[in-house]
Nanobody, 122 residues
Framework: VQLQASGGGLVQAGGSLRLSCEVS????????MGWFRQAPGKEREFVAG???????YYADSVKGRSAISRDDGKKTLYLRMNSLKPGDTAVYYCAGRPGSAIYYDDSKYDYWGQGTQVTVSS
């Protein structure tokens, strides 16, 4: 299974970004997907997840200004982030696991993308 994340970049505080993650090599529709991020000097943390049935989950830090979605036909995962803050600066990773359940623990995920850098300037 291969995951390819894209869409990161440099954005000013208050701006928006949409991250994408293309999945190959597995039946995407039966894979639970998530976004994680890792800032310099910090542990990787859960950002958002979407189950195979479309139920969404968000970390408190991004709830209300982010939207995770999936297009099973295109085998692509998305994360739309609005009202970006400097604290959102991190490398963002997409991840997947067989089945439907979403976990906040990154050790539960079997498949990982290479990461895409998001930098928010103040």
């Amino acid at each position: 299974v291969q995951l390819q994340a894209s869409g990161g970049g440099l954005v000013q505080a208050g701006g928006s970004l949409r991250l994408s993650c293309e999945v190959s090599g597995r039946t995407f529709s039966r894979t639970a997907m998530g976004w994680f991020r890792q800032a310099p000097g910090k542990e990787r943390e859960f950002v958002a997840g979407i189950s195979a049935s479309g139920i969404t989950y968000y970390a408190d830090s991004v709830k209300g200004r982010s939207a995770i979605s999936r297009d099973d036909g295109k085998k692509t995962l998305y994360l739309r982030m609005n009202s970006l803050k400097p604290g959102d600066t991190a490398v963002y990773y997409c991840a997947g696991r067989p089945g439907s359940a979403i976990y906040y623990d990154d050790s539960k995920y079997d498949y990982w993308g290479q990461g895409t850098q998001v930098t928010v300037s103040s």
